[in-house]
């Protein structure tokens, strides 16, 4: 399919509203996968840390008491 303008091209033959919505919804939802998979790996990491932190707290501790 060719456009004669621009215009033309962003309307779509007069679905251009849901067919740029369509676009619009999808490439930001995908965004949102992506910074939403970043934030949920950097708490990961960051309660992996304070877990293994934790452990070996508990660990020194058992260590002092039985000496």
């Given amino acids: 399919m060719q456009f004669d303008s621009f215009s033309d091209f962003l309307a779509m033959g007069g679905y251009g509203f ?23 790996v950097k708490a990961f990491h960051q309660n992996f840390r304070q877990k293994l932190a934790r452990a070996q ?6 260590e002092a008491e039985h000496r």
Avoid: M, N, P
């Fill in 18 to 40: 849901y067919i740029w919505l369509a676009y619009g919804l999808t490439y930001g939802l995908l965004i949102g996968l992506v910074v939403y998979c970043f934030w949920e």
């Fill in 57 to 62: 707290r508990i660990k020194q501790y058992q």
